[in-house]
């Protein structure tokens, strides 16, 4: 599965960790390629909530979009590839 982040503000550190949590992410599998960008909203220092917008293209080829928003960035992640699951199975 290919990842890609469109966001060129994060460090090569910062990027090949959150690939890793994706790639390892068992709700990742259905799908062929995910494009990914990543806005962060900072909030004068104190928190930061994460933007995630994912572009996904299934196995069967069709491209679905959807968007997850949290404070933390692995429930953002979450909250992303769940809406895209269940779009994907609406299409079928």
């Known amino acids: 599965m290919d990842v890609e ?16 949590l994706i790639e390892k992410s068992p709700l990742t599998r259905q799908f062929k390629s995910i494009r990914l960008r990543l806005k962060r909203y900072g909030k004068q220092g104190k928190r930061t909530k994460y933007a995630i917008t994912g572009e ?8 679905i979009r959807a968007e997850g928003v ?23």
């Open 56 to 63: 996904a293209e299934t196995q069967e080829g069709k491209v």
């Open 5 to 20: 982040f469109s966001e060129k503000k994060l460090d090569l550190k910062e990027r090949r960790r959150f690939q890793e």
């Open 70 to 92: 949290d404070w933390r960035f692995g429930m953002a992640l979450k909250e992303l590839f769940s809406k895209l699951i269940r779009q994907s199975k609406k299409k079928r």
